[in-house]
């Protein structure tokens, strides 16, 4: 029996194994309204098939201009509810569980007529500039995401993932290069995504647990380093998140902290973190490997690992990995005899 093959339980999360689809914009919302298409039903529904234990849907906006582009899926209405659950409980039929990553762009927001941030540094002299939320406006911020979870929630998904990674709006206020902010988001950089997490997880079933996505270094001249990503994960682990899911960098132009693109690169961040924290941990980032990945779960890295671009080339990318690394099949009945 595989490692990548063995279930993994969190209090009412159960996966049938170890294996993660972690979320990937589509950019292909027809009507920019952010309601998923029938391009993301057979996207997540095909990796449902192809095998993955967790699915998690791609950055999912909580208002209109929290979005990279137009194109992207958002959660800010009522409306957009059923074509989310239609997805999901279609999903569920294959014996995968749902999750949703709910963020913010901030600066990145690339269609906004102006962006919004914890400050008005750009990304880079490319970017829009963006405007300063008030404080005010970041109260009404941490509102919007809790309403977001509402509604994922209402669609049935199993975890709730949040996007403090990456550069994107939570990332933005806990860096202290973007955040330059006097008031009391300013003073302490976790505060904004320690109330995002306090909010959402108030409004979520009590044994529901709570995935962050985080960048555990910053690789633009100046970053933070990974003590840092350690001790804001800290925080967010005070705070109520679960299990982390480590990424890295995203936030600007890149300088000389970006790891080398090696397999598993990123698995030493997700190491790090589980050890620091005692958390459970999702490793991400070239572990397309199938013996790398298991190897990753065995010795005990990481509990789940992620694979992106990997799964967009082989949507059965699950099964094959459990196939090569154990002998085991674990296709659905109608493909059996492929096997
Ligand atoms: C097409 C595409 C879209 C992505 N969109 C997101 C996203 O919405 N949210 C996110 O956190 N990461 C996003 N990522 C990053 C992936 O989740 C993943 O961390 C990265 O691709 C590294 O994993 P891999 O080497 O297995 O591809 C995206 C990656 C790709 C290739």
Redesign the pocket.
């Known amino acids: 029996m595989a490692h990548l093959s063995s279930e993994f339980t969190l209090k009412s999360l159960n996966l049938k194994n170890r294996i993660v689809m ?4 589509q950019y292909s919302v027809e009507s920019k309204d952010g309601k998923p298409t029938d391009w993301h039903f057979v996207h997540y529904v095909s990796r449902a098939v192809g095998g993955a234990g967790l699915i998690i849907m ?2 999912t906006d909580v208002e209109p201009d929290g979005r990279i582009t137009d194109y992207d899926l958002g959660l800010w209405s009522d409306e957009q509810i059923p074509a989310f659950k239609r997805i999901i409980s279609e999903v569920h039929k294959y014996g995968a569980k749902v999750a949703i ?1 709910i963020a913010h762009a901030g600066r990145k927001a690339e269609d906004a007529k102006v962006p919004v941030g914890p400050s008005d540094i750009p990304v880079s002299p490319e970017f829009k500039k963006p405007r300063a939320l008030s404080t005010e406006e970041v109260k009404q911020m941490v509102v919007k995401f809790k309403d977001a979870a509402i509604r994922a929630i209402e669609a049935g998904v199993d975890t709730i993932e949040l ?1 403090g ?2 550069g994107y709006l939570i990332h933005q206020f806990h860096s202290p290069a973007i955040n330059n902010r006097e008031d009391e988001y300013g003073q302490d950089l976790a505060l904004f995504g320690v109330e995002v997490i306090q909010a959402v997880k108030s409004v979520m079933p009590e044994h529901m647990p709570l995935i962050l ?1 985080i960048s555990a270094v910053e690789y633009m001249d100046g970053g933070y380093d990974l003590e840092h990503g350690i001790e804001i994960s800290r925080r967010y682990k005070e705070a109520g998140v679960d299990i982390l899911h480590v ?1 890295s960098g995203g936030e600007g132009p890149v300088g000389t902290r970006k790891p080398g693109n090696h397999p598993g690169y990123q698995v030493p961040f997700a190491r790090a973190v589980k050890q620091a924290l005692d958390v459970p941990v999702i490793a ?5 490997d199938a013996k790398l990945a298991e190897a990753t779960v065995a010795n005990e890295e990481a509990d789940l690992v ?5 799964m967009l080339r082989d949507p059965y990318w699950a099964t094959h990995a459990i196939q090569a690394v154990s002998g085991q099949i674990s296709a659905p009945k109608q493909y059996e005899r492929a096997y």
């Open positions: 972690p979320p990937m914009c791609e950055m990553q996007h990674a990456h996505r990424s991400v980032g070239l572990l397309d992620a694979v992106a671009r990997g």
